[in-house]
């Protein structure tokens, strides 16, 4: 992928990842049969195991060969070592797929890839990636909702605005999860999914709304302004002083 992450960047991830997994499982377990979840960019595996407490046995996990293994919060065999600019093929399909904020790590070149990656896997996707402005480490690939949209609109996957509307005013959910989620479905996903989620369907002539509070607007505006190397330092500064933070008050 041409950048290696850091087990302090996980560190950060994770700091925010399970109050997010778990009030999104809370929404998807009532409105969709999940009995397996594919994590593509896992990580270490927080949302997996967030996942597994949830009662979901079959889970797997995707992520580059940086990962340290002795830090997964899943077992060994359920983590793939893969490179997420090429092809992964793990040989079955699961219940629900998801890859979150990964998209834009990777090089624009590399987007049909994903896609095709994540639709290979399983009828349902649950997906985000950061949008222009967003900011973060080494973020070269940021896009608008709609670019990810049309991409899987090529697979038969259609737009499913569920949970976005669910969890807007919840500040326990990150706001990079709370503002870019996307369900992604094809016929067979939407066959199994509930009313709820049905409704949710965006219809293909109407675009996908902006969110996001007055003060994440403001952010993207000024993040936009500045060069991918300035951006990916405050990315990392900011992750330093968080997860040090997080570290004290465990302490």
């Not at 700091?15 to 990580?43: K, M, N, W």
């Not at 996707?125 to 967003?134: E, K, R, W």
């Not at 090529?154 to 949970?163: I, M, P, R, S, V």
Request: charged content about 25%; some cysteine.
């Amino acid at each position: 992928m041409g950048h290696e992450y850091s087990t302090r960047f996980f560190d950060y991830i994770e700091t925010g990842a399970r109050a997010s997994a778990q009030r999104f499982i809370r929404e998807l377990q009532s409105q969709l049969p999940i009995s397996s979840v594919l994590d593509v960019g896992c990580g270490r595996g927080a949302w997996l195991d967030e996942w597994q407490v949830a009662g979901v046995a079959g889970i797997a996990g995707v992520d580059g060969a940086y990962v340290d293994t002795d830090t997964l919060r899943i077992p060994a065999e359920a983590f793939h070592a893969a490179d997420l600019t090429g092809p992964v093929d793990l040989g079955r399909r699961f219940d629900l797929v998801q890859c979150l904020e990964v998209g834009e790590h990777l090089p624009p070149g590399a987007a049909p890839r994903l896609v095709d990656n994540l639709t290979a896997h399983g009828d349902c996707v649950l997906f985000s990636a950061a949008q222009p402005g967003q900011g973060g480490e080494f973020h070269v690939n940021e896009q608008p909702l709609e670019h990810w949209r049309a991409l899987f609109k090529t697979k038969g996957y259609a737009a499913h605005d569920f949970l976005r509307p669910r969890v807007a005013n919840d500040r326990s959910v990150e706001p990079w999860y709370r503002y870019n989620a996307v369900l992604y479905l094809n016929e067979a996903g939407i066959a199994r999914a509930s009313e709820d989620i049905r409704a949710s369907r965006v219809a293909d002539m109407t675009p996908l709304p902006a969110c996001g509070d007055l003060r994440w607007r403001l952010r993207r505006r000024l993040v936009r302004l500045l060069p991918v190397p300035a951006v990916t330092w405050l990315a990392q500064t900011n992750a330093k002083l968080k997860t040090r933070q997080a570290h004290d008050a465990k302490d």
